[in-house]
């Protein structure tokens, strides 16, 4: 059984830091590709950050695009979202997905979902 385990959110500041990490388990995730996307409440899920098997190219929405950092770590089956200089409207539930197909994720479709984990920044 395949899972992805988010950890990382919390509450912080506008202009503060959050580590977000996404553990799977039941697939090895260097198989895949991988993405982080997010859904404030009354938004649709939308696209932030994607990765490709081996980590050589990286995506990101242009809302994010110098401020987020997507890595990840095929030894420990672990992909991370380092945000910085965060702001209000990038509180929202963060999701990692993994999928087989990298082009999938910019139209918001993968095999493989987290169940979120909550960012909350404070203004």
């Known amino acids: 059984q395949v899972q992805l385990v988010e950890s990382g959110g919390g509450l912080v500041q506008a202009g503060g830091s959050l580590r977000l990490s996404c553990a799977a388990s039941?697939?090895?995730?260097?198989?895949?590709?991988m993405g982080w996307f997010r859904q404030a409440p009354g938004k649709e899920r939308e696209f932030v950050a994607a990765i490709s098997w081996s980590g050589g190219s990286t995506y990101y929405a242009d809302s994010v695009k110098g401020r987020f950092t997507i890595s990840r770590n095929n030894a420990k089956n672990t992909v991370f979202l380092q945000m910085n200089s965060l702001k209000p409207e990038d509180a929202a539930v963060y999701y990692c997905a993994a999928t087989s197909n990298f082009y999938d994720l910019g139209h918001n479709r993968a095999n493989y979902w987290g169940q979120g984990t909550q960012v909350t920044v404070s203004s």
């Open positions: 039941g697939v090895t995730l260097s198989l895949y590709a």
